[in-house]
């Protein structure tokens, strides 16, 4: 299994990012996995961002990055992504996609299957 995540790097603070995970390897049907994103900061936990179900009808963002960030995903091609607008300086992590057979869930141990993750850095 392999979830191959990338779009991260440095930017200025109001500036956006596209970050994309491509999954492979998955041992069912990309489409029935919930898909999650999580980010860690140095020296914190690591922290729900936002998550989205099979189809893609329904997902969940944390407060912080509610109106800023959007998860979607393309079932074709085996990718979610993560549209982040209006970054901040606290948006700063490394960002980790992440797949499960549960419900959406903001717990990061209802995700079996995680990438490598991609950093994102926010100048102010």
């Known amino acids: 299994v392999q979830l191959q995540a990338c779009g991260g790097g440095l930017v200025q603070a109001g500036d956006s990012l596209r970050l994309s995970c491509v999954a492979s390897g998955l041992g069912r049907s990309f489409d029935v996995y919930t898909l999650g994103w999580f980010r860690q900061a140095p020296g914190m936990e690591r922290e729900f961002v936002s998550s989205?179900?099979?189809?893609?009808?329904?997902?969940y963002g944390t407060d912080s990055v509610k109106g800023r960030f959007t998860i979607s995903r393309d079932n074709a091609k085996n990718t979610v992504y993560l549209q982040m607008n209006s970054l901040k300086p606290e948006d700063t992590a490394a960002y980790y996609c992440a797949a499960g057979l549960s419900r959406l869930s903001p717990k990061y141990m209802r995700y079996t299957e995680w990438g490598q993750g991609t950093l994102v850095t926010v100048s102010s």
């Open positions: 989205i179900s099979g189809n893609g009808g329904t997902t």
